[in-house]
């Protein structure tokens, strides 16, 4: 499997290639994840081990990424809680647990597209 490495960067701060992409510095060290593929990257200067979807949303996450995206559209669209927990199929725990995600200071480029479904 032939993956493209250009949109990832080390996340290592002490790196010579903190931050910056396609330096030839990262390569797939396993794939892994139940519900789909995940890659582990490893960056070859400072050798440090991340997954793919470190620093993003869906980062530790057991809920397959296509049913994050559909709750995160389900509450922008202005549906609620219990609303979006029918449509995606998911509990609603796990839906008011991706919200609050999505509303917390780590991710600042998705709260401005949800409606305060709490």
Partial sequence: MIVDLSSYVCPNPSCEF???SNEGNLIVRTIFGRHED????????????????????????KTPRDKVVKVLTCL???EGVRATSRITGLHRDTVSHIFHLAKSENFPEVPSLLVDAS
Avoid: P
């Fill in 18 to 20: 903190f931050q910056r």
């Fill in 76 to 78: 922008q669209q202005g």
């Fill in 38 to 61: 995940i890659l582990l990257l490893h960056c070859k200067a400072c050798g440090v081990n991340f997954s793919e979807n470190r620093d993003t949303i869906f980062f530790q996450l």
